[in-house]
């Protein structure tokens, strides 16, 4: 049999997640990949990726098939699928605006628009590259919207961090449409493609109906739970862990005997509450009460498996959105809270705890902004 022609893929954003799908993807066999990264091509390029994943290995001097540093360095062929694996942080750059050479002449005269490959957190992220798109004129957008479930982060420029697991729900982006749970033909041929690209690599894949409800669902963990490592400055463990029973063992956060009834009695059912808050609003979006949408007990659920990774000894992970904050970066508070509450507006839907939190993350992406300009100012 001739062998399988390799898919050219064009991955932007080369931090934790892309270095991690840029491997999956190159490793599949399947696939080409090209790889912009922006502010680490120059140690990548010099070094290579080191890996210290529970999954992959370790793995060092590790490099995609071809490495740019900008969208616009990549535009002289066609690709497949590009992959958006940048933060959706639409206040300091919308996706349009880092994908632009893509759409614009003369790539967009001279290659036909690949399929869109969204790997962002947040909700409706798809919904200003699909808008820029349209303005193409060239029939409707391919963008594919995802649901990632991963560990990961950068211990260096490019040293990366990753647990055991990861796992990518794939489904189609329709605009506007919330409800909406089949495949035309060759929307499933197109999922079935690119799921099966990044299954031979290792991921874990799932093929969803409707991609919307599963995004909604995955960013009830980031509403509740990076709000309050965000905020309070400690990861999860804070919440639950106790104090190491043996005096050989040492790690950071637990709580302490001396408030721990109050941290069970207040902050726990605060996080609980927020959750119920999502629960309802799924609901009057009109995702079914039932496993395949947001089932009652999915707060039960949330608070149950989250305490049970993080009452660990070994839990070391930190959620990135408290990352971004401790290093001065800017935040993703619009695609993850801001749509929240803009969708429980739309749908008459209370959420206070919500807009709290909000409203208190919009000082913090506030100030790390002005620190950031203010710097750039001062050059």
Request: charged residues 20%; aromatic residues 8%; without cysteine.
């Amino acid at each position: 049999m001739p062998p399988v022609p390799l898919k050219d893929v064009l991955l932007v954003g080369f931090g934790a997640v892309g270095a991690v799908y840029s491997y999956i993807l190159k490793k599949s066999g399947l696939a080409r990949v090209t790889a912009v990264a922006r502010s680490n091509y120059d140690i990548v390029n010099s070094h290579g990726v080191t890996f210290h994943s529970k999954k992959y290995g370790d793995i060092t001097g590790w490099k995609p098939d071809r490495l740019v540093k900008s969208v616009a360095e990549a535009t002289d062929q066609s690709y497949s699928y590009v992959f958006v694996t940048t933060k959706a942080i639409p206040e300091v750059m919308k996706t349009s605006d880092i994908l632009k050479p893509l759409f614009s002449t003369p790539y967009s005269d001279r290659y036909p628009q690949p399929t869109y490959v969204l790997v962002q957190n947040g909700l409706n992220v798809e919904r200003d590259l699909h808008d820029a798109l349209l303005k193409l004129g060239k029939g409707r957008p391919s963008i594919i919207g995802t649901a990632l479930y991963i560990g990961t982060n950068l211990l260096a420029p490019n040293v990366v961090e990753h647990n055991h697991f990861d796992r990518l729900s794939l489904g189609i982006y329709r605009h506007q449409d919330y409800i909406t749970a089949k495949n035309t033909p060759a929307e499933a041929e197109l999922l079935q493609d690119i799921g099966n690209i990044l299954k031979t690599g290792g991921t874990t894949v799932t093929i969803a109906p409707e991609i919307q409800r599963i995004k909604f669902k995955k960013n009830f963990w980031n509403v509740a739970f990076s709000s309050v490592s965000t905020l309070t400055g400690y990861r999860l463990p804070a919440l639950w862990r106790p104090p190491p029973s043996d005096p050989s063992l040492s790690y950071e956060p637990y709580v302490s005997p001396a408030t721990a009834e109050l941290i069970e009695k207040y902050a726990v059912p605060s996080v609980k509450a927020t959750l119920d808050e999502l629960v309802t609003l799924g609901h009057a979006m009109g995702f079914p009460n039932s496993e395949d949408g947001v089932p009652s007990s999915y707060s039960e659920e949330a608070m149950a498996s989250t305490k049970a990774l993080h009452v660990d000894p070994l839990s070391t992970h930190t959620p990135s959105m408290l990352l971004d904050a401790q290093k001065g970066q800017p935040i993703e508070v619009e695609v993850i809270f801001g749509e929240v509450v803009r969708l429980a507006r739309e749908f008459n839907v209370a959420v206070p705890r919500i807009e709290t939190l909000y409203g208190q993350l919009l000082v913090v992406q506030n100030q790390i902004l002005r620190k950031i300009e203010s710097g750039r100012s001062s050059q």
